[in-house]
């Protein structure tokens, strides 16, 4: 009924714990980004099938290309069933989001085209992240994500923090996945985003959409959450200050200080994170500039 992919990279710390909140699915797929460590074996020995991407560059994450390499996935990759969950290793499913997962798709009738599809081909859940032992019920900056969905409707855009495009109606599910980000520790969560980050300011760098009236209406008033996001991004983007600004939005405009301690640390996290993209941006331009030499 439904096929699971989950994304790896040296995931042997949190790959056990993601499988065994999947053993009613009989067909795992694991899309490594040429892991070192113990990954591959703990895939083989759960019974998943165990794929990377051809000619990959393992320097750097997703190859230097999260959407590419998400949708390579998409269209390369062949599943058992036709829906198909998304997860990441340091997220698990709790069974009460499979049985509304399983009661809800098995009500539905596969779509033979967009253009004609009326019931949604792709559906969105919240996620709920995990720090220092406490939900973070405020200060998440994106609650929502696209992570079931029929592979043929779906691609995605952007070097990193992909935006999902879907070609036809998407709902909503009440259910959550359970995002632990922090599994592998701080370092690795600051070492992450250090690459992220580089990934963020090139995007920036070759992106250059000019902001429009309707890329504000959209940003507000579209229907669709993830195209008022695109378009909230690029508003955010182009604003001054953006490290203070996401501090101030994440803790104190979405109430991350209800959040407590770990509230604040994360939101300062985030804000550094956003800081590094600024001054990488700069670093990108000024490198780009014959006046720099």
Same mark, same amino acid.
């Given at each position: 009924m439904i096929s699971v992919l989950i994304l790896t990279f040296n995931e042997e710390l949190t790959l056990p714990s993601c499988l065994d909140c999947l053993d009613w699915c009989d067909d795992i797929?694991?899309?490594?980004?040429?892991?070192?460590?113990?990954? $591959?074996s703990i895939a083989l020995s759960a019974g998943a099938r165990f794929v990377q991407r051809p000619c990959q560059d393992t320097s750097i994450s997703f190859g230097g290309d999260e959407g590419?390499?998400?949708?390579?996935? *998409?269209?390369?990759?062949?599943?058992?069933? #036709?829906?198909?969950?998304?997860?990441?290793?340091?997220?698990? *499913?709790?069974?009460s989001t499979?049985?509304?997962?399983r009661s809800c798709i098995? $009500?539905?009738?596969?779509?033979?085209?967009?253009s004609t599809q009326t019931s949604p081909v792709a559906?969105?859940?919240?996620?709920?992240?995990?720090?220092?032992?406490?939900?973070?019920?405020h200060v998440q900056a994106t609650p929502f994500y696209i992570r079931l969905f029929l592979p043929?409707?779906?691609?995605?855009?952007?070097?990193?923090? #992909?935006?999902?495009?879907?070609?036809?109606?998407?709902?909503?599910?009440?259910?959550?996945?359970?995002?632990?980000?922090?599994?592998k520790g701080l370092s690795h969560w600051i070492d992450r985003h250090n690459i992220y980050s580089t990934l963020e300011a090139?995007?920036?760098?070759?992106?250059?959409?000019?902001?429009?009236?309707?890329?504000?209406?959209?940003?507000? *008033?579209?229907?669709?959450?993830?195209?008022?996001?695109?378009?909230q991004k690029l508003l955010f983007m182009s604003l001054p200050a953006r490290p203070l600004i996401k501090f101030l939005w994440l803790y104190l405009l979405k109430c991350g200080f209800l959040d407590s301690q770990p509230g604040f640390t994360y939101a300062l996290l985030q804000s550094v994170y956003e800081f590094f993209?600024?001054?990488?941006?700069?670093?990108?331009?000024?490198?780009?500039s014959p006046a720099s030499y």
């Open positions: 797929v694991i899309y490594d980004s040429y892991s070192t460590d113990r990954t $591959e590419y390499h998400r949708t390579w996935a *998409l269209r390369n990759i062949s599943f058992v069933h #036709p829906w198909l969950l998304v997860l990441d290793a340091d997220e698990r *499913l709790p069974p499979f049985d509304e997962i098995s $009500e539905l009738q596969l779509p033979q085209s967009s559906y969105q859940l919240r996620r709920r992240d995990f720090f220092q032992g406490r939900h973070l019920k043929e409707f779906v691609s995605y855009e952007r070097l990193i923090n #992909p935006v999902t495009v879907v070609t036809g109606p998407i709902a909503c599910l009440s259910g959550a996945i359970d995002h632990f980000p922090f599994s090139r995007e920036l760098c070759i992106v250059s959409a000019p902001l429009t009236v309707s890329t504000f209406f959209t940003a507000i *008033l579209n229907p669709h959450y993830h195209k008022r996001r695109a378009c993209i600024v001054l990488k941006v700069r670093e990108i331009r000024r490198l780009a």
